[in-house]
């Protein structure tokens, strides 16, 4: 089969490893595992992090990709409830364990060590595999998994957003920010977020927020203040400086979920404001088998559709990776997989 494979691992500050197509030995699915054939597969931040050599657990050579839509091919041993050719969603989340609250000390997510998604097949534990939502086009239902499973976790079972609920979200065109804005409105809360782009703070606004502002501007939380009169629930991948901001806008007894620190740690975190305000602050990653059930069946339910950026052909994976460093996108940038 064709495939994407990370052949080096450079230490943080060197030149990116390069990204190699080639031609690799179909994978065998085991006991308990499907084999899918891809149709489309999605980037996350994590995919050019390990490039950069910027990740925990980075062996090579792998194949990079947590995220992936396709239809079964083969069946390992003893996997009931599916059959060739039914349309499936990879769950990227591998290994979660029995604990809600947290994962087992094994847990990782699929796409290097574990071979991933950039390739014409993949065996993968037949657990993290589900149907696939029929209304998705195959670029829109691999958009879906790692980022709705994220989001999902940090918006309802963290976050336990409810109707009238204002609910702040900071970088609107990060991959996973999109989502929260989806299931945040589909849940019925008023959504507010910010954005370096006017343009992506309108296609905010398509999708349900109420209102943003523009971070670059220097009174941006202040507008924001206004505009939202401070939060009930915010979503944070930003980290940084940022972090006080959210502390700032959230109301008295507010929920501040982080799941991302873009900008790198938070300092001189203002503690008498989180502990006067009485501010709740979780930390969130990825979620449950149950979760990504619950995420599916949402997004099935209320018909939303991921919102998909830009779609390249695998062999330009280079391309995608660039776009994505550049921060253009609104939404997920995702690959056509040959067939
Ligand atoms: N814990 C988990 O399970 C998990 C899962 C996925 C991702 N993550 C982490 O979450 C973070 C976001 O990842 P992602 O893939 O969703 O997004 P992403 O594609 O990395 O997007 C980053 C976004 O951050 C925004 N941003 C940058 N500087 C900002 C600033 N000063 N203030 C406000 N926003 C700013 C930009 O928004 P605009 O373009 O709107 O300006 C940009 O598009 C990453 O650090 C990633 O590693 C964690």
Redesign the pocket.
Known sequence: MKAIVLKDVVKPGEKKADLYLEEVETPKPGRGEILVQLRSAAL???DV?IRYGMYPGIQVPSIPGADGAGVVADLGEGVQGFEVGNEVVINPAMGWGDHPDFPKPTFTVLGVPIDGTYAQYIKIPAENVFPKPAYLLWEEAAALP??GL?AYRSVVTKGKVKEGDTVII????????TFALQIAVAKGAQVFV????EE?IAKAVELGASGGVN?RSENWVKELKKLSGGGDLLID??G?D?FNDLVNLAKPGARIVS?????GPVNNLLMPRVFFKQLHIMG???GTPEEFAEMLSLYEKNKIRPVVDQVYPLEQVDEAHIQ?EK?S??GKIVLTIPQ
């Open positions: 996350n931040r994590r992090f790692l980022a994220t900071p970088g609107i065109g990060g991959g996973v920010a910010t954005s370096s782009s992506k971070y991948s930003i940084g940022t799941f991302g620190a873009t900008l969130s990653t990825m994505m921060g996108q609104f």
